[in-house]
């Protein structure tokens, strides 16, 4: 890992903003931190982080607002942004995935060393895919590796980098079951530990964003998911 990675903690609550900011120095992060939305987001433009942590409960700006002003900026669209949401609440990560969060992670942070290893997967998610030359269509769904573009009946989706590895995965075998935990490679990493409702979140966001060809990625009981063949 580059010592010039920086990371950017936005979050109100001082004891966890400082234990956060202490373990990610310790790993050999440059930290950033900020207490409300509004200050996240004008110390993500200003610093461009690789890396926002971000809460969804904050002050002055909401977490999911913050999410959405960094996507719609061209300095920061980029910039992988990392949820912090309380326990139970599905719909927050439904929420964050929609608005392009990369991933999430439940509050209480109870491991830190999931935390970094889910850090360390993300940073490495933003290198190119290595088969980047070809596009692949089906169903009236087009995803475009080299332009990094999937397009539904010709109209663009505005897909986070997850769902369109999910995306992307299911569509080149259209018809085979793949299990949560393949998903999970396909669209988080190898090297990502979380639960296989992760996958769940994700799919409920591509799905919503698909629209009238939400149907496509059909869910295979007791397996995971596929597309219609």
Avoid at 24 to 48: C, F, H, M, N, T
Avoid at 131 to 139: G, N, T, Y
Avoid at 194 to 207: G, P, Q
């Amino acid at each position: 890992m580059s010592t010039n990675t920086k990371v950017l903690v936005v979050e109100d609550y001082g004891p966890l903003a400082e234990s956060l900011e202490y373990q990610l120095k310790r790993a050999g992060y440059e930290v950033y931190r900020a207490s409300d939305g509004r200050e996240g987001v004008d110390q993500a433009k200003l610093y461009l982080p690789d890396l926002v942590i971000l809460d969804i409960d904050l002050p002055i700006l909401g977490g999911i607002e913050v999410c959405k002003q960094l996507r719609a900026d061209p300095k920061t669209r980029e910039t992988l942004i990392l949820m912090l949401t309380a326990m139970g609440e599905e719909s927050d990560q439904v929420v964050g995935f929609a608005v392009g969060a990369d991933d999430y992670v439940v509050k209480p942070v109870e491991s830190y060393k999931v935390l970094l290893q889910r850090i360390k997967a993300l940073l490495r998610r933003r290198e190119p895919m290595l088969d980047d030359h070809e596009s692949v269509s089906h169903q009236n769904v087009t995803v475009d590796r080299r332009r990094f573009v999937v397009t539904v009946e010709e109209s663009p989706l505005k897909l986070t980098k997850s769902e369109f590895r999910l995306l992307d995965a299911l569509i080149r075998q259209p018809g085979r079951a793949f299990g949560r935990s393949e998903l999970v490679d396909a669209a988080l990493g190898e090297d990502t530990v979380v639960l296989d409702r992760t996958i769940d979140v994700h799919v409920r966001a591509l799905r919503k964003k698909m629209g009238s060809a939400a149907d496509l990625i059909e869910t295979v009981r007791g397996v995971g998911y596929r597309f219609k063949e």
